[in-house]
């Protein structure tokens, strides 16, 4: 067993670092604290318990609806203090006007709405655009729908979900960054950055991060279902994006809708007090989910919405979305002694603080420039940066025999597939206010870059769902009339998304049995799945010489695709996400701990195995093809030992071997050999993504610091342990070579 190093050197060195974050929006200014106090003395207690209500106020819902009372009467008396659903200038104003006008104390409203992956210029899905590997890009792309959320009037979006996922059946896969918790955490840093870019002018808006904790993890993938979770697995792997949203500076958390060891999280004090505020010292607004309060009575918690109310403020849920619950009984439960007057001051300053930091009581109306609107949204620039994400997002699985890109000398094109021409079925749940008529079909996006002369024909085939094979016919003569097929299958958006999960994630409907009937043309095909989650698509891999994973890109959909079929962009994505070879590997992702018996694809008897499939995954996380080649040099290091306060540099030479300059994204794992607990086969510490030059070569360093090797020992707290490390990198997390190094105890 190794010896422990003791972690509060690096501890301090990383509060140094990243803790004075917070400062920059939620420790507020002495001349603030002053102006919150001041109000706070002025509120009756009903004023006060309505600042922590937030009204769904146009219908629009993500969850079952309670009925509320008059909406009007309750914002004249101050009964409201933020909105959900409502987005544009002219609207917002109407009943921002009515809060500071005809309310006592003139407290202005906060507005939120799921602004998830844009508002009207609408990026790829979250899991998509974790494929790009490029957190600039991220940053940039929500930075962008902030600036169109807040020239729509909006302050507060409920993003980003930093909840890890293992399990492709969850329909809410798409919302996140896929299976690595490293990846993730970074993925949270960069999008509080982007929406919070600027927070306190009126370009930015506040931040969320949900689903706080463990939401990735239900039962058979089951939204909403129970989770069932190690207290290691919980804290090594489920909260650290959570913690590095707060280091990040987020404004606001969300609660899960699903129970860790038996407590829902919504009224889980050693989640949201405990963990939360004490050991992270976080100082923003904690907002339920929808309806989450009232659903402790389902849950079992609660007898009634009372008693949910009790359970979800003395757990420390700051604000009731979409409920009214706290408006029904916090009062009463003051006067039993069940909450006091001090929790709902808290609770009431957290708020306050956060109105006066955007500047609201200043202004008001700082955010409902109509102008602005107009010119902002969907601006020529925010179409440029969504087309450049999607091509960033899409993953080249395969590429037989180098049929990408598209032969300049191709005469005619079939386009074939139910999702090659249908708007409606790109667009997700989560797109925002993005509307149907801007999102470019694949269909298309190939008539707007092919040329001319080059004839698409084009046919149906079938739906996505059903069993009819009638426009077979039309597909196949289609490809008949072509030299190469293009096979657009997958799911509608509405199939993956929250309230979508699957127990059998197959390409629906009678769309493999269209790609053979296409196959046997013996025309070459190539398929672009469209999805929001990985999909099993074993068969598909084996008869189609040409993959593309298209996911949901957004309103750049066709003009992105055309672009990588075509070759104008050279397709760099990586699966952040491991694709399942079938649906009873799930969970299945590259960082497992390894066992006493470790299992191989070669089904050695009596290991970690199945008996009628391999073990690994069909794609790995990481893994993703160019149209060029790159080869690797084994992995160095600048010494064979380090220490606590040394830094090891990693270094590997990457060459383009291939026929066309494009980016790579090389990746860095470790490896703990021996230690006081069993740890992961590998473990993501790092990436760089480049530009080479066909037959460039380039050196790619990387910094290891102790910090990095850490880990939780068996008493469940933080340790560095010296001994012997596997350092690997490579093209993705199964493909790498290796370097073992020290870490020596000083």
């Not at 929500?142 to 059946?169: N, Q």
């Not at 008539?447 to 046919?459: G, M, R, V």
């Not at 053979?516 to 990985?534: E, F, H, S």
């Not at 993959?547 to 962009?569: P, R």
């Amino acid at each position: 067993m190794k010896t422990k190093t003791l972690l509060i050197l690096w501890i301090a060195f990383l509060s140094f670092e990243r803790g004075n974050s917070q400062s920059l929006f939620m420790e507020a200014s002495p001349e603030i604290e002053e102006k919150v106090e001041k109000l706070l003395q002025q509120m009756t207690l009903a004023e006060k318990i309505g600042q922590l209500n937030q009204s769904n106020a146009n219908g629009v819902a993500t969850g079952p609806q309670k009925a509320q009372d008059d909406f009007y009467k309750q914002l004249e008396a101050g009964r409201i203090g933020s909105i959900l659903n409502i987005a544009g200038v002219e609207e917002i104003r109407k009943y921002q006007e009515i809060a500071v006008t005809r309310s006592r104390l003139k407290i202005p409203l906060l507005f939120g709405y799921d602004v998830i992956h844009g508002y009207k210029t609408i990026f790829p899905i979250p899991l998509a655009e974790s494929c790009s590997w490029d957190l600039e890009l991220m940053e940039k792309s929500a930075r962008i729908a902030a600036k169109e959320a807040a020239a729509a009037g909006l302050h507060w979006t409920f993003a980003p979900m930093i909840d890890v996922s293992r399990d492709p059946r969850w329909g809410r896969v798409l919302e996140g960054a896929g299976e690595d918790t490293w990846l993730t955490s970074r993925v949270a840093e960069a999008k509080v950055r982007g929406y919070q870019w600027n927070l306190g002018s009126n370009e930015s808006v506040l931040a969320c991060a949900k689903h706080f904790a463990a939401y990735g993890l239900p039962q058979a993938g089951k939204d909403y279902g129970t989770v069932d979770i190690s207290e290691r697995t919980l804290e090594e792997i489920y909260l650290p994006p959570f913690k590095a949203a707060v280091e990040a500076g987020v404004a606001t958390f969300m609660p899960a809708f699903n129970d860790i060891a038996g407590v829902p999280c919504t009224a889980n004090k050693w989640l949201l007090t405990e963990v939360l505020r004490n050991r992270w010292k976080f100082k923003g607004v904690v907002v339920s989910d929808w309806g989450a309060i009232w659903q402790l009575v389902p849950h079992g918690m609660a007898h009634g919405s009372k008693q949910a109310v009790e359970l979800s403020i003395n757990a420390g849920v700051d604000m009731d979305m979409a409920d009214g619950e706290y408006n029904r009984h916090a009062l009463a439960l003051i006067n039993e002694g069940k909450v006091t007057v001090g929790q709902i001051d808290e609770m009431v300053r957290r708020i306050l603080r956060m109105k006066f930091k955007l500047g609201l009581f200043d202004d008001p109306f700082r955010f409902c420039d109509v102008k602005r609107e107009k010119r902002v949204i969907r601006n020529c620039d925010f179409i440029a940066e969504a087309r450049k994400a999607a091509q960033k997002s899409i993953v080249l699985l395969k590429n037989e025999n180098y049929l990408l890109p598209l032969a300049k000398d191709i005469k005619s094109i079939a386009v074939v597939g139910p999702l090659a021409d249908n708007k409606q079925y790109l667009r997700d749940y989560w797109a925002g206010k993005g509307e149907v008529n801007d999102y470019v079909t694949l269909l298309e996006g190939l008539k707007n870059n092919l040329p001319s002369h080059i004839k698409i024909n084009y046919a149906k085939g079938c739906d996505v769902t059903g069993t009819d094979c009638s426009f077979f016919s039309e597909a196949v003569e289609a490809a008949n009339q072509s030299e190469l097929v293009i096979a657009a299958i997958g799911e509608r958006a509405s199939m993956s998304g929250e309230d979508a999960s699957r127990a059998d994630i197959s390409i629906p409907g009678v769309q493999e049995e269209l790609v053979q009937a296409l196959l046997d043309t013996g025309k070459p095909v190539v398929v672009v799945l469209m999805n929001g989650r990985p999909l099993t698509i074993s068969k598909l891999t084996e008869q189609v010489p040409a993959i593309v994973e298209g996911w949901f890109l957004g309103t750049e959909t066709g003009n992105a695709i055309a672009d990588v079929l075509l070759g104008k962009y050279n397709p760099s994505g990586k699966l952040t996400m491991s694709f399942p070879r079938n649906v009873g590997q799930i969970p299945v992702f590259y960082n497992y701990r390894q066992s006493g018996r470790p299992g191989t694809d070669k089904l050695t008897k009596w290991t970690n195995r199945f008996i009628d499939s391999p073990v690994s995954p069909l794609y790995p996380f990481g893994y993703g093809l160019s149209y060029t080649t790159f080869s690797y040099s084994a992995p160095r290091v600048s010494q064979k030992e380090f220490s606590t306060n040394e830094i090891l540099k990693v270094s590997v030479d990457v060459t383009n071997t291939g026929q066309y300059d494009g980016e790579e994204t090389i990746q860095l794992y470790i490896r703990d050999v021996i230690a006081s607990v069993t740890r992961p086969v590998k473990e993501l510490k790092g990436f760089k993504k480049i530009f080479l030059r066909k037959g460039e070569t380039r050196t790619v360093g990387f910094e290891l610091r102790a910090e990095d090797l850490s880990f939780l020992s068996q008493d469940m707290e933080p340790v560095i342990e010296s001994g012997e490390f596997i350092l690997m990198t490579g093209p993705n997390s199964k493909d790498v070579q290796s370097v073992k190094v020290k870490f020596v105890k000083p």
